[in-house]
């Protein structure tokens, strides 16, 4: 299985602070990378897939970067809501791997 | 509306058996896989398997190969997840997603809103 390793863990931002998370894969999965959003109690929400490009209605403060095996999540300029757990998975081949998580909290 | 409506939380004692279900609506059942992720107290996303109900191809995580059976039934736009003998590691939180595959796009784009499985003696 394809390893996906996120930091930090655990992030404190204040609103309108940019921040930025970071995605690593064990081995290449070239562009094949999909970010989640989790709040507490509801299921995940898809933000971004294929490394960079935004799901539709996700606002355009998301946006996502990398490719090969190093990826990046950020979020131009926090809002309230934005306060949730942020996961990315891989889909270059099966099983489909999640990351474990950064929890992004207020500061 | 894009749905996908899962079956009410669960309180089992091990070794019961169990059958959750996933239900769509507002789009092709059979033309989208449908994919179980578990969620353990606390913990992150487990990509347990995927089926397509077009044809019933099931792929399995190895780690949950055995453990549990993914199947569907096209006819009512319902996938399931089951188990035929619950141990108390199976407690957790099971989400089934729709994967959209276009182009090089390859995610799950829509959720249930999880079922809660408990299995405690």
């Known amino acids: 299985d394809i390893q996906m390793t996120q930091s930090p863990s655990s992030l404190s931002a204040s609103v309108g602070d940019r921040v930025t998370i970071t995605c690593r894969a064990s081995?290449?999965?070239?562009?094949?990378l999909n970010w989640y959003q989790q709040k507490p109690g509801k299921a995940p929400k898809l933000l971004i897939y294929?490394?960079?490009s935004l799901q539709s209605g996700v606002p355009s403060r998301f946006s996502g970067s990398g490719s090969g095996t190093d990826f990046t999540l950020t979020i131009s300029s926090l809002q309230p809501e934005d306060f949730a757990t942020y996961l990315c998975?891989?889909?270059?081949?099966?099983?489909?791997?999640f990351g474990q998580g950064t929890k992004l909290e207020i500061k | 509306e894009v749905q996908l409506v899962q079956s009410g939380a669960e309180v089992k004692k091990p070794g019961e058996s169990l059958k959750i279900s996933c239900k769509g609506s507002?789009?092709?059942?059979?033309?989208?896989?449908i994919g179980w992720v578990r969620q353990m107290p606390g913990k992150g996303l487990e990509w347990m398997g995927i089926?397509?109900?077009?044809?019933?191809?099931?792929r399995y995580s190895p780690s949950f190969q055995g453990q549990v059976t993914i199947s569907a039934d096209k006819s009512i736009s319902t996938a399931y997840l089951q188990w035929s003998s619950l141990k108390a590691s199976d407690t957790a939180m099971y989400y089934c997603?729709?994967?959209?595959?276009?182009?090089?796009?390859?995610?799950?784009?829509?959720w249930g809103q999880g079922t809660m499985v408990t299995v405690s003696s």
């Open positions: 997603a729709r994967r959209f595959v276009g182009g090089t796009k390859d995610a799950f784009d829509i």
């Open positions: 507002g789009y092709s059942f059979t033309n989208y896989w």
């Open positions: 089926i397509y109900p077009g044809d019933s191809d099931t």
């Open positions: 081995q290449s999965i070239s562009s094949y």
């Open positions: 294929v490394a960079s």
């Open positions: 998975q891989q889909s270059y081949s099966t099983p489909y791997t």
